[in-house]
């Protein structure tokens, strides 16, 4: 039909870097994440309201990944430690606009993980197979001002500041303004 979109699926997406592979979630996956998404450091910047509740790890695995990837929106990943394959991280990709080729990618790692710069090799190794890959003109990761870890995986993973998104966004504790950085495929030549 002319002036419309055909809804896409979101492309499978697997990817290792030496450190970490990084694949889509299973319902196996679900007591590691319901772990990830209980720990306070991680609820205090979820980018969900307090309304939302608790993060139950079997539907983030099962019926809201497929659902996501059906609609075209994005996906959920499990990122997995290769020296002992345990599940160490999740990052989601929402918010996809087929037309410009545009998404935004999230995450969350173990606390006992935090520091090791798995949130930027996982984040950096997903933003370039979109990019190169599967045809993504532009990755965002938005940051809330504040959560200075984040900042520092964005840095990592080789994304560049644009700019602040006034009252954009909410976190636990209510409405934030959000930080905007991007990698585009041009950053990658």
Not at 112 to 118: A, L, P, Q
Request: charge should be negative; glycine fraction near 8%; charged fraction near 25%.
């Amino acid at each position: 039909m002319t002036g419309q979109v055909a809804l896409r699926r979101f492309p499978s997406l697997t990817v290792s870097t030496p450190r970490l592979h990084v694949r889509p979630v299973d319902i196996g996956d679900a007591k590691a994440v319901t772990e990830i998404f209980g720990d306070k450091q991680t609820q205090r910047w979820l980018p969900f309201p307090a309304e939302f509740g608790q993060i139950e790890g079997s539907a983030w695995c099962g019926e809201m990944a497929q659902e996501r990837r059906d609609s075209g929106n994005g996906d959920h990943y499990a990122v997995i430690r290769r020296e002992d394959d345990r599940l160490v991280g999740c990052l989601w990709t929402k918010r996809t606009d087929w037309v410009s080729r545009v998404t935004e990618v999230a995450y969350a790692v173990a606390a006992d993980t935090r520091g090791f710069g798995v949130a930027a090799e996982a984040v950096d190794a997903v933003a370039i197979a979109l990019l190169l890959e599967h045809d993504f003109q532009r990755v965002e990761l938005r940051v809330a001002p504040g959560n200075t870890a984040s900042r520092r995986v964005a840095e990592k993973a080789g994304f560049t500041y644009e700019g602040l998104l006034r009252n954009a966004g909410h976190v636990h504790t209510g409405r934030v303004d959000l930080e905007v950085w991007s990698l585009v495929s041009a950053d990658l030549r």
